[in-house]
């Protein structure tokens, strides 16, 4: 035991440091565990104890953690609101280089059926963790290519649990055809995910409801750590893996008032957990397995990133410009941490031998590694290759513009702006990062350029500073901000008029030296009462 908490106190202490020097340079902290456990096994030969059921069990719940919070993101709402980007992109991506993978491995590399599929589905996998880390520190996750990759990755996680699931079917039924595992899958899981949406909804809404009326938060927490436990055995004693319960509970908390309390309540637990997955995985890496194959996986690498690449730009491409789909396509061109919990499922239900799951691992955490180096280059490396424009971005007719308004956000409330202000006949510019939206307004007559107007670029090209007003009409309360905060930025005196829908999100914005914040309900009800009054008077 003694032993046990020595080297948890190393780990721990190690993990911190070089986490700290890799943050530094820009590598994710997945690596950071990884190199702790590979430092680990090697200095006191803990290769053994890394197939601990204790120790696997422990870094499997980081996974179940992270497929909640993922499920808290993923919304009935915001599946609805993306369509497009979750369901057709990213069903066509995963669907396209799974089949070409498949292929190739089956056929070329002589593998088998089983395995072939295992390796296939996993390699259709982006790193979530590392892209949406990126383009949310760069702002661009609100940019067309931003929203593709965001939808697809999103279905990249949603596949994840059906992956899973058949894991452990192909683990379990032999030599039984894969059609019929893929039927059993398919009717096993909709029977858990509609009793965990028909019973298990109302018991979560009502566990959450009473323990957050009780104002302790050691009753909320642990409700919710009872919810996230309890789905996950439930999923788990009806023959799946503990993640789908899990995802599913997340699912239904989103719908709930309370997501992003849990959300942020839960990410401790969340990240400490998943750092212990990771950790014996490095423990499993096999350094001389590594040096004696680094052209293989250099070379399998390089061979992934194309397919991966070139797949995805065709598949994009039918719905955005070549610049957008070749963006989204090499962000997503890595294959994804998820493969790591593939390989090891796959690995210990004996569908891929352990010696070939080992060196699939290599190549994943080299793909991860050279990943954060590569995508600060994306933008430049697509500028070089195309040409072209997404729709209007060139902004040179607005010099000397002043006196003008712009409109950010091109949506229902923003076409009814432009309808009020042609009516004034005020001079104004529309700028929206939607392609649907500029392509809208353009068709309409109306003068709008697609761009970010988060961006400083964006600002100076529209000439805020002489600008008469700058409306902010979009309902995502977090560019709004973004927006806000760089205009404010950008010029202090700027006369800045932001719509809001609730007091939460005017409370949000409140630090800000905003000149005229518009709460939309407050509006509708001083216009019914000036309706009501003009009534009256009419009677009289």
């Given at each position: 035991?003694?032993?046990?908490?020595?080297?948890?106190?190393?780990?721990?202490?190690?993990?911190?440091?070089?986490?700290?020097?890799?943050?530094?340079?820009?590598?994710?902290?997945?690596?950071?565990?990884?190199?702790?456990?590979?430092?680990?096994?090697?200095?006191?030969?803990?290769?053994?104890?890394?197939?601990?059921?204790?120790?696997?069990?422990?870094?499997?719940?980081?996974?179940?953690f992270l497929m909640f919070t993922i499920g808290l993101e993923i919304s009935l709402a915001k599946?609805?609101?993306?369509?497009?980007?979750?369901?057709?992109?990213?069903?066509?991506?995963?669907?396209?280089?799974?089949?070409?993978?498949?292929?190739?491995?089956?056929?070329?590399?002589?593998?088998?059926?089983?395995?072939?599929?295992?390796?296939?589905?996993?390699?259709?996998?982006?790193?979530?963790?590392?892209?949406?880390?990126?383009?949310?520190?760069?702002?661009?996750?609100?940019?067309?290519?931003?929203?593709?990759?965001?939808?697809?990755?999103?279905?990249?996680?949603?596949?994840?649990?059906?992956?899973?699931?058949?894991?452990?079917?192909?683990?379990?039924?032999?030599?039984?055809?894969?059609?019929?595992?893929?039927?059993?899958?398919?009717?096993?899981?909709?029977?858990?995910?509609?009793?965990?949406?028909?019973?298990?909804?109302?018991?979560?809404?009502?566990?959450?409801?009473?323990?957050?009326?009780?104002?302790?938060?050691?009753?909320?927490?642990?409700?919710?750590?009872?919810?996230?436990?309890?789905?996950?055995?439930?999923?788990?004693?009806?023959?799946?893996?503990?993640?789908?319960?899990?995802?599913?509970?997340?699912?239904?908390?989103?719908?709930?008032?309370?997501?992003?309390?849990?959300?942020?309540?839960?990410?401790?637990?969340?990240?400490?957990?998943?750092?212990?997955?990771?950790?014996?995985?490095?423990?499993?890496?096999?350094?001389?397995?590594?040096?004696?194959?680094?052209?293989?996986?250099?070379?399998?690498?390089?061979?992934?990133?194309?397919?991966?690449?070139?797949?995805?730009?065709?598949?994009?491409?039918?719905?955005?410009?070549?610049?957008?789909?070749?963006?989204?396509?090499?962000?997503?061109?890595?294959?994804?941490?998820?493969?790591?919990?593939?390989?090891?499922?796959?690995?210990?239900?004996?569908?891929?031998?352990?010696?070939?799951?080992?060196?699939?691992?290599?190549?994943?955490?080299?793909?991860?590694?050279?990943?954060?180096?590569?995508?600060?280059?994306?933008?430049?490396?697509?500028?070089?290759?195309?040409?072209?424009?997404?729709?209007?971005?060139?902004?040179?007719?607005?010099?000397?513009?002043?006196?003008?308004?712009?409109?950010?956000?091109?949506?229902?409330?923003?076409?009814?702006?432009?309808?009020?202000?042609?009516?004034?006949?005020?001079?104004?510019?529309?700028?929206?990062?939607?392609?649907?939206?500029?392509?809208?307004?353009?068709?309409?007559?109306?003068?709008?350029?697609?761009?970010?107007?988060?961006?400083?670029?964006?600002?100076?090209?529209?000439?805020?500073?002489?600008?008469?007003?700058?409306?902010?009409?979009?309902?995502?309360?977090?560019?709004?901000?973004?927006?806000?905060?760089?205009?404010?930025?950008?010029?202090?005196?700027?006369?800045?008029?932001?719509?809001?829908?609730?007091?939460?999100?005017?409370?949000?914005?409140?630090?800000?030296?905003?000149?005229?914040?518009?709460?939309?309900?407050?509006?509708?009800?001083?216009?019914?009462?000036?309706?009501?009054?003009?009534?009256?008077?009419?009677?009289?």
């Amino acid at each position: 035991m003694q032993n046990v908490l020595v080297y948890i106190i190393i780990a721990l202490g190690l993990s911190i440091v070089i986490n700290i020097f890799l943050k530094k340079i820009g590598i994710s902290q997945i690596i950071g565990y990884i190199l702790t456990g590979t430092l680990i096994a090697y200095g006191f030969d803990l290769h053994k104890a890394s197939h601990s059921h204790a120790l696997e069990m422990a870094g499997e719940f980081g996974i179940v953690f992270l497929m909640f919070t993922i499920g808290l993101e993923i919304s009935l709402a915001k599946m609805g609101s993306m369509k497009r980007e979750i369901f057709a992109n990213g069903f066509l991506q995963v669907g396209l280089t799974t089949v070409v993978t498949y292929l190739l491995a089956h056929y070329i590399f002589a593998l088998g059926p089983k395995s072939s599929i295992i390796i296939a589905l996993a390699f259709s996998l982006s790193s979530t963790a590392i892209v949406l880390t990126y383009l949310k520190s760069s702002k661009e996750i609100y940019t067309p290519y931003g929203q593709n990759a965001t939808g697809i990755l999103i279905f990249q996680d949603i596949a994840v649990i059906p992956i899973l699931i058949l894991i452990s079917f192909l683990s379990k039924e032999g030599d039984q055809k894969i059609f019929v595992i893929l039927w059993h899958t398919l009717l096993s899981v909709s029977v858990v995910i509609a009793v965990m949406f028909t019973f298990g909804k109302r018991v979560v809404a009502w566990l959450l409801h009473f323990s957050s009326s009780s104002e302790v938060d050691e009753l909320f927490m642990g409700s919710v750590l009872f919810i996230v436990m309890a789905s996950s055995l439930f999923a788990y004693y009806m023959g799946f893996t503990y993640s789908l319960g899990a995802f599913v509970a997340g699912m239904i908390i989103a719908e709930t008032k309370y997501h992003h309390k849990v959300e942020s309540d839960i990410a401790p637990f969340k990240d400490i957990l998943l750092g212990t997955f990771f950790v014996v995985v490095g423990m499993k890496i096999d350094i001389f397995l590594f040096l004696d194959n680094i052209g293989l996986i250099i070379g399998l690498f390089l061979l992934i990133f194309i397919i991966k690449s070139l797949l995805m730009f065709l598949v994009l491409r039918l719905s955005s410009s070549s610049a957008t789909s070749l963006k989204t396509a090499l962000f997503l061109s890595q294959v994804g941490e998820f493969s790591f919990v593939i390989f090891a499922l796959a690995a210990s239900g004996h569908i891929i031998d352990e010696q070939l799951a080992s060196l699939l691992v290599l190549i994943v955490i080299f793909s991860m590694i050279v990943t954060p180096f590569f995508v600060p280059f994306i933008n430049a490396i697509t500028t070089r290759l195309i040409k072209e424009k997404d729709i209007v971005t060139d902004m040179s007719a607005l010099k000397g513009r002043e006196n003008h308004v712009v409109v950010c956000g091109y949506s229902v409330v923003g076409k009814f702006v432009t309808q009020y202000l042609e009516e004034l006949d005020v001079p104004y510019v529309i700028i929206d990062n939607s392609n649907k939206h500029v392509q809208e307004a353009l068709e309409e007559g109306r003068e709008a350029y697609l761009g970010d107007a988060s961006k400083t670029a964006i600002l100076q090209a529209l000439h805020i500073e002489k600008a008469a007003a700058i409306i902010v009409t979009l309902d995502n309360i977090a560019k709004k901000r973004l927006i806000c905060e760089a205009v404010l930025n950008h010029s202090r005196n700027a006369n800045l008029i932001v719509k809001v829908v609730s007091l939460e999100e005017k409370e949000k914005l409140s630090d800000l030296k905003i000149t005229n914040i518009v709460d939309g309900k407050v509006e509708v009800a001083r216009v019914l009462v000036e309706r009501m009054l003009t009534c009256q008077l009419k009677y009289r």
